[in-house]
């Protein structure tokens, strides 16, 4: 009974494909076809696998990475299921036919994988039907390839997973810290659904000219535990595909967005303003992204926040953007700002900014400054205004990623910093 197809991804090395392989013959009977994708630059080969060589095949991702391969591909499979292998897996000698059953209510057997302290879960086998209804991210809309599996898998009502032990064994572990952390962020995936009624948070983004990261800040947005009241989008005027790629995912009820000519980010983010209803805001940068659990976690810390507290603020996480990529360098824990002296000797942004709409709105937005026509650093802008009528509460947690690449606005605009405060100051 052949009805499975062997789908393996991201498997650079011939030594660990081959292992791969050679793991499959313990269920030769029920594979149908074997396909290995890789990108262009990865260099695979048939190894002699005996009894199931004519049935592999090998394809090359294009533009939407793995993901949108896998939903090209599986659309045209007619297996009943799909088994995923990636990296270094390879299917456990304890593995038999019979372990890679399931009930007919259930759609998708779920493996954890450890690494260090972390337990993260991942998609084996998967009815393609399944497949075919729930797509994947394709490679813009994720923060790093290895995401992939169980950022799908997240997206799958729990009744229809069922985890099954002794099904993979991997051939070596990565120990650096980048793959730890990436692992641990991974991790939250797994965490259960909330709905918490209140208070109610908005995500305000806006873009110029981020057609390589846009995606990945939307889908963050949608791919949480608990989902946020609303999504507000302004494209300020970008020259590249951005707004194409934003207004795809309006649906002009949690996700709105809009267009205008390009004025700067100040002026950007106070068009947005009106159209929020939620009791909080999180602004986030077209080219940074949130964890699985951001909503929940926001809600948690701003339930219980004084009325007179205007922005609630933690840590994030910092990443450095390589071409294919990209490289974890750490959390950046904040501190307790108590005054205008405080923000001013900051060492690095106040962030991730959660500002509460009432006070936000009644300071009258984000300031549009005479200094680059508020073009820059409107984050400290705002914030030294609204430390003249309120004050700011800081708490310890993480679910804010900022991506450092050369493109950010910022990062080209250092040497402007101290014209800046002489300005703000005056």
Not at 112 to 127: A, D, I, M, T
Not at 266 to 283: G, Q, R
């Amino acid at each position: 009974m052949e009805d499975i197809t062997v789908i393996l991804i991201h498997y650079e090395e011939q030594s660990m494909l081959s292992k791969a392989l050679s793991s499959l013959k313990k269920i030769s009977s029920r594979i149908k076809s074997v396909l290995v994708l890789h990108d262009e630059k990865t260099v695979l080969h048939i190894n002699n696998h005996m009894d199931f060589d004519a049935k592999l095949s090998f394809i090359k991702t294009g533009v939407g990475g793995t993901g949108g391969a896998l939903n090209e591909t599986i659309g045209e499979l007619s297996a009943s299921f799909v088994l995923f292998l990636q990296d270094t897996d390879y299917l456990s000698p304890l593995l038999n036919n019979a372990s890679l059953v399931m009930p007919q209510s259930i759609s998708v057997l779920r493996t954890g994988l450890h690494h260090r302290n972390s337990v993260s879960h991942f998609p084996v086998l998967v009815r393609t039907s399944m497949l075919k209804k729930h797509k994947f991210l394709s490679k813009n809309q994720l923060p790093f390839q290895e995401a992939l599996l169980p950022a799908w898998l997240s997206t799958i009502d729990q009744s229809q997973q069922q985890m099954a032990g002794n099904l993979l064994k991997q051939a070596r572990k990565n120990s650096s810290v980048d793959t730890i952390e990436k692992f641990q962020f991974m991790q939250k995936y797994q965490l259960p659904k909330t709905n918490l009624n209140t208070p109610t948070i908005s995500v305000v983004i806006a873009i110029y000219n981020m057609e390589k990261y846009v995606e990945t800040a939307i889908a963050s947005c949608l791919l949480q535990a608990e989902q946020f009241d609303e999504i507000l989008i302004m494209d300020d005027g970008s020259t590249d595909s951005s707004y194409k790629q934003l207004a795809k995912w309006g649906d002009g009820k949690q996700v709105k967005t809009f267009h205008k000519k390009n004025e700067g980010k100040a002026k950007a983010l106070n068009e947005l303003l009106p159209h929020v209803t939620s009791d909080f805001i999180l602004e986030l940068d077209g080219d940074d992204w949130l964890d699985y659990d951001a909503c929940s976690m926001i809600k948690r810390h701003a339930a219980g926040l004084a009325d007179t507290i205007s922005v609630l603020y933690g840590n994030f996480r910092r990443w450095k953007q390589l071409p294919n990529d990209i490289l974890y360098k750490g959390v950046t824990n904040g501190k307790a700002v108590n005054g205008k002296a405080d923000l001013l000797h900051y060492r690095f942004p106040l962030g991730p900014r959660i500002y509460r709409t009432s006070l936000l709105k009644e300071a009258g937005g984000f300031p549009v400054i005479d200094f680059e026509n508020g073009r820059l650093f409107e984050d400290v802008s705002v914030l030294f205004q609204l430390l003249k009528r309120s004050q700011f509460q800081y708490k310890d947690f993480t679910i804010y990623n900022v991506r450092e690449h050369k493109q950010s606005i910022t990062k080209t605009n250092d040497a402007k910093w101290s014209l800046f405060l002489k300005k703000l100051t005056e």
